[in-house]
Protein backbone atom coordinates (compact mmCIF):
# COMPACT_ATOMS: atom_id res chain seq x y z
CA UNK A 1 0.00 0.00 0.00
CA UNK A 2 1.46 3.56 -0.57
CA UNK A 3 2.07 5.69 2.02
CA UNK A 4 -0.39 8.46 0.56
CA UNK A 5 -3.11 7.23 -1.43
CA UNK A 6 -5.54 9.89 -3.32
CA UNK A 7 -8.60 9.34 -5.74
CA UNK A 8 -7.09 10.71 -9.12
CA UNK A 9 -10.70 12.38 -9.94
CA UNK A 10 -11.24 14.10 -12.26
CA UNK A 11 -13.87 15.34 -9.90
CA UNK A 12 -16.09 17.77 -12.07
CA UNK A 13 -18.44 19.73 -10.79
CA UNK A 14 -21.08 22.76 -11.14
CA UNK A 15 -20.32 26.45 -9.71
CA UNK A 16 -21.37 26.99 -6.13
CA UNK A 17 -21.22 22.72 -5.35
CA UNK A 18 -19.70 21.51 -1.95
CA UNK A 19 -16.72 19.07 -3.32
CA UNK A 20 -14.66 16.64 -0.66
CA UNK A 21 -11.71 14.61 -1.61
CA UNK A 22 -10.76 11.97 0.56
CA UNK A 23 -6.97 11.21 1.31
CA UNK A 24 -5.93 7.82 2.91
CA UNK A 25 -2.28 7.23 4.44
CA UNK A 26 -0.77 4.14 5.90
CA UNK A 27 1.49 5.91 8.67
CA UNK A 28 -0.07 6.21 11.39
CA UNK A 29 2.63 8.26 13.29
CA UNK A 30 1.46 11.29 11.68
CA UNK A 31 0.32 14.19 13.68
CA UNK A 32 0.03 16.91 11.07
CA UNK A 33 -0.94 16.77 7.43
CA UNK A 34 -0.95 19.81 4.66
CA UNK A 35 -3.14 20.47 1.99
CA UNK A 36 -1.58 21.82 -1.31
CA UNK A 37 -3.29 23.27 -4.52
CA UNK A 38 -1.18 22.87 -7.87
CA UNK A 39 -2.75 24.88 -10.97
CA UNK A 40 -1.92 23.30 -14.41
CA UNK A 41 1.56 23.52 -14.98
CA UNK A 42 2.17 25.38 -12.33
CA UNK A 43 4.48 24.50 -9.19
CA UNK A 44 2.42 23.59 -6.05
CA UNK A 45 1.29 25.87 -2.99
CA UNK A 46 0.18 25.63 0.24
CA UNK A 47 -3.37 25.65 0.97
CA UNK A 48 -3.66 24.22 4.74
CA UNK A 49 -2.16 23.11 7.51
CA UNK A 50 -3.47 20.75 10.17
CA UNK A 51 -1.65 19.99 12.94
CA UNK A 52 -4.71 18.54 15.00
CA UNK A 53 -7.68 16.88 14.25
CA UNK A 54 -9.10 19.46 11.91
CA UNK A 55 -9.02 23.08 9.96
CA UNK A 56 -11.34 25.52 8.35
CA UNK A 57 -10.16 28.37 6.46
CA UNK A 58 -13.30 30.58 5.13
CA UNK A 59 -14.44 27.43 2.31
CA UNK A 60 -12.00 25.40 2.89
CA UNK A 61 -12.53 22.15 5.59
CA UNK A 62 -9.56 20.13 6.16
CA UNK A 63 -10.23 17.03 8.79
CA UNK A 64 -8.51 14.29 9.46
CA UNK A 65 -9.85 10.53 11.08
CA UNK A 66 -6.96 8.91 12.81
CA UNK A 67 -9.38 5.91 13.65
CA UNK A 68 -9.84 5.34 10.14
CA UNK A 69 -6.41 6.87 8.33
CA UNK A 70 -7.89 9.28 6.08
CA UNK A 71 -7.90 13.11 5.87
CA UNK A 72 -10.15 14.85 3.85
CA UNK A 73 -11.06 18.16 2.00
CA UNK A 74 -13.97 20.10 2.01
CA UNK A 75 -14.52 23.05 -0.64
CA UNK A 76 -18.38 24.68 -0.11
CA UNK A 77 -19.38 27.07 -2.83
CA UNK A 78 -16.85 25.91 -5.22
CA UNK A 79 -15.61 28.76 -7.57
CA UNK A 80 -14.07 28.22 -11.29
CA UNK A 81 -10.81 29.36 -9.64
CA UNK A 82 -11.06 26.39 -7.23
CA UNK A 83 -10.39 24.20 -10.16
CA UNK A 84 -6.67 22.92 -9.51
CA UNK A 85 -4.98 19.79 -8.23
CA UNK A 86 -5.13 19.08 -4.58
CA UNK A 87 -2.57 17.38 -3.59
CA UNK A 88 -2.60 15.44 0.15
CA UNK A 89 0.96 16.01 2.13
CA UNK A 90 2.21 14.19 5.48
CA UNK A 91 5.49 14.42 7.19
CA UNK A 92 7.47 11.13 7.31
CA UNK A 93 7.28 8.41 9.83
CA UNK A 94 10.04 10.10 12.57
CA UNK A 95 7.90 13.36 12.87
CA UNK A 96 10.09 15.41 10.89
CA UNK A 97 9.38 17.24 8.35
CA UNK A 98 11.91 16.87 6.24
CA UNK A 99 10.85 13.96 4.01
CA UNK A 100 7.00 14.61 3.28
CA UNK A 101 5.12 12.10 1.45
CA UNK A 102 2.95 14.30 -1.35
CA UNK A 103 -0.02 12.32 -2.84
CA UNK A 104 -0.36 12.09 -6.66
CA UNK A 105 -3.68 14.76 -6.30
CA UNK A 106 -7.05 14.74 -7.17
CA UNK A 107 -8.14 17.28 -10.03
CA UNK A 108 -11.04 19.32 -9.85
CA UNK A 109 -12.78 21.27 -12.66
CA UNK A 110 -15.48 23.61 -11.36
CA UNK A 111 -17.61 23.91 -14.11
CA UNK A 112 -19.80 27.16 -15.50
CA UNK B 1 11.90 38.74 -6.59
CA UNK B 2 11.19 37.16 -3.16
CA UNK B 3 10.00 33.50 -4.56
CA UNK B 4 12.25 30.44 -5.11
CA UNK B 5 14.04 31.08 -8.26
CA UNK B 6 14.99 28.23 -10.45
CA UNK B 7 16.66 28.28 -13.99
CA UNK B 8 16.55 26.95 -16.71
CA UNK B 9 13.00 27.14 -16.72
CA UNK B 10 12.67 24.67 -19.71
CA UNK B 11 15.73 22.66 -20.89
CA UNK B 12 15.52 20.17 -23.98
CA UNK B 13 18.58 18.29 -24.53
CA UNK B 14 20.07 15.00 -26.37
CA UNK B 15 19.81 11.55 -24.83
CA UNK B 16 23.84 11.12 -23.00
CA UNK B 17 24.14 14.91 -22.58
CA UNK B 18 24.71 16.36 -19.06
CA UNK B 19 22.39 18.84 -17.44
CA UNK B 20 22.90 20.98 -14.82
CA UNK B 21 19.36 22.72 -12.73
CA UNK B 22 19.93 25.68 -10.56
CA UNK B 23 17.77 26.69 -7.04
CA UNK B 24 17.89 29.83 -5.57
CA UNK B 25 16.12 29.67 -2.06
CA UNK B 26 14.20 32.14 -0.53
CA UNK B 27 16.55 34.31 1.42
CA UNK B 28 16.98 32.94 5.00
CA UNK B 29 15.39 29.52 4.48
CA UNK B 30 17.63 26.76 5.53
CA UNK B 31 15.99 23.98 4.00
CA UNK B 32 15.80 22.96 0.70
CA UNK B 33 14.44 20.32 -0.98
CA UNK B 34 14.41 19.25 -5.12
CA UNK B 35 11.44 17.07 -6.38
CA UNK B 36 10.48 15.76 -9.50
CA UNK B 37 7.39 15.32 -11.44
CA UNK B 38 6.41 13.19 -14.52
CA UNK B 39 3.80 14.39 -16.68
CA UNK B 40 0.61 13.58 -14.64
CA UNK B 41 1.99 12.31 -11.84
CA UNK B 42 2.52 13.47 -8.48
CA UNK B 43 5.91 14.66 -6.95
CA UNK B 44 8.94 12.50 -6.19
CA UNK B 45 11.20 13.29 -3.17
CA UNK B 46 14.67 13.22 -4.79
CA UNK B 47 17.31 15.17 -2.08
CA UNK B 48 16.94 17.25 1.30
CA UNK B 49 19.47 19.93 2.85
CA UNK B 50 19.46 21.58 6.32
CA UNK B 51 22.10 24.17 6.38
CA UNK B 52 25.45 22.27 7.04
CA UNK B 53 24.10 18.96 7.60
CA UNK B 54 24.88 15.91 5.62
CA UNK B 55 22.03 16.31 2.81
CA UNK B 56 19.17 13.46 2.75
CA UNK B 57 20.15 12.07 -0.76
CA UNK B 58 17.83 9.12 -0.41
CA UNK B 59 15.50 9.99 -3.10
CA UNK B 60 17.81 10.02 -5.66
CA UNK B 61 16.95 7.35 -8.73
CA UNK B 62 21.02 6.81 -9.85
CA UNK B 63 24.10 7.49 -9.11
CA UNK B 64 23.51 9.82 -12.11
CA UNK B 65 21.77 12.21 -10.56
CA UNK B 66 24.20 14.23 -7.57
CA UNK B 67 23.12 17.60 -6.33
CA UNK B 68 24.85 20.59 -3.85
CA UNK B 69 23.93 22.98 -2.01
CA UNK B 70 26.62 26.03 -1.06
CA UNK B 71 25.87 26.78 2.17
CA UNK B 72 22.40 28.02 2.50
CA UNK B 73 21.74 29.08 -0.71
CA UNK B 74 22.05 28.06 -4.25
CA UNK B 75 21.79 24.71 -5.24
CA UNK B 76 22.66 22.86 -8.19
CA UNK B 77 21.15 19.27 -9.84
CA UNK B 78 23.43 17.95 -11.83
CA UNK B 79 22.14 15.13 -14.23
CA UNK B 80 24.80 13.02 -15.67
CA UNK B 81 24.45 10.59 -19.40
CA UNK B 82 20.67 12.21 -19.36
CA UNK B 83 18.20 9.20 -20.34
CA UNK B 84 14.78 9.80 -22.01
CA UNK B 85 12.81 8.86 -18.29
CA UNK B 86 14.29 11.89 -16.73
CA UNK B 87 12.07 14.08 -18.69
CA UNK B 88 10.33 16.00 -16.06
CA UNK B 89 9.49 19.08 -14.24
CA UNK B 90 12.09 19.26 -11.43
CA UNK B 91 11.27 21.51 -8.57
CA UNK B 92 12.81 23.08 -5.86
CA UNK B 93 11.29 24.16 -2.50
CA UNK B 94 12.42 25.78 0.37
CA UNK B 95 11.45 26.21 4.07
CA UNK B 96 12.33 28.09 7.19
CA UNK B 97 11.50 25.62 9.58
CA UNK B 98 12.58 21.98 9.29
CA UNK B 99 9.29 20.93 11.66
CA UNK B 100 6.78 22.25 9.32
CA UNK B 101 5.42 20.90 5.88
CA UNK B 102 5.31 24.73 4.77
CA UNK B 103 7.38 24.47 1.63
CA UNK B 104 7.66 27.16 -0.95
CA UNK B 105 7.97 25.98 -4.56
CA UNK B 106 9.55 27.56 -7.81
CA UNK B 107 8.34 27.12 -10.86
CA UNK B 108 10.32 24.27 -11.89
CA UNK B 109 13.03 23.40 -14.34
CA UNK B 110 11.25 21.23 -17.17
CA UNK B 111 13.71 18.59 -18.79
CA UNK B 112 13.11 17.45 -21.86
CA UNK B 113 15.40 14.80 -22.97
CA UNK B 114 15.26 14.16 -27.08
Known amino acids: RKEVEQDPGPFNVPEGATVAFNCTYS??????FFWYRQDCRKEPKLLMSVYSSGNEDGRFTAQLNRASQYISLLIRDSKLSDSATYLC?????????????FGSGTQLTVLP | GAGVSQSPSNKVTEKGKDVELRCDPI?????LYWYRQRLGQGLEFLIYFQGNSAPDKSGLPSDRFSAERTGESVSTLTIQRTQQEDSAVYLC????????????FGEGSRLTVL
Open chain 1, 89 to 101: VLPEASGSARQLT
Open chain 1, 27 to 32: NSASQS
Open chain 2, 27 to 31: SGHTA
Open chain 2, 93 to 104: ASSLLTNTGELF
